[in-house]
């Protein structure tokens, strides 16, 4: 399984790094910074503000889950497996913290899922509901898509941020739609 992995994850960045032109180098250095903690905290930060003073607090509660769960967990686990970042000669970022997982990955699925799932709460139309979602899983393809490209993350670790984002989504998505108080739950998405 190990081996597959490592196959996977060298299949990718050979991938990548055959695509590199400086019109995509451009545009991924731009849609990585939409997955930067610094850029999801303050945007995320926004927003809990106008649920906070609209008194829509189980919501803001939610937000605050998905940002800080997902965050505390990407640390522990960068901490406890400390895996080192692809050794790629010209990588186009320079990062310090260990590889896996991918907390901008970690970020698009936990953060920008919460928030557009509450977004979706509060939309009309199937046409709109599908925008949103499409845009949402759009952008976190593209994040995660970003971190190989620019050579440092490993698409393993991608994938994991992936799933550590859709574990904090789930826990935050059902305190949304199961455990509100009843006026206050948003419509799923799914």
């Given at each position: ?15 990548a790094?055959?695509?590199?032109a400086?019109?995509?180098?451009s ?164």
């Open positions: 399984m190990f081996e597959l992995i490592t196959t996977l994850d060298a299949s990718a960045q050979a991938f790094e055959a695509l590199r400086p019109l995509l180098t545009f991924f250095q731009i849609i990585t910074e939409a997955g930067n903690l610094l850029v999801v905290s303050f945007i995320t930060t926004v927003i809990i503000s106008y649920f906070l003073l609209r008194r829509q607090h189980t919501v803001a509660i939610a937000l605050v889950a998905a940002l800080a769960g997902t965050t505390i967990t990407v640390a522990l686990l960068k901490f406890g497996i400390g895996r080192a970042r692809p050794d790629v000669l010209g990588a186009l970022v320079v990062e310090h913290l260990s590889s896996f997982p991918s907390l901008h990955a970690a970020l698009s699925v936990g953060v920008y899922g919460v928030l557009a799932h509450i977004a979706v709460g509060r939309l009309r139309t199937d046409a709109s509901v599908f925008a949103v979602g499409a845009l949402c899983v759009t952008l976190a393809l593209l994040i995660g898509m970003s971190r190989i490209y620019l050579g440092v993350h490993y698409l393993s670790d991608v994938l994991g941020g992936y799933l550590v984002g859709l574990a904090w989504y789930l826990t935050a998505t059902h305190y949304l739609t199961n455990r509100a108080p009843r006026w206050t739950r948003v419509r799923s998405m799914v």
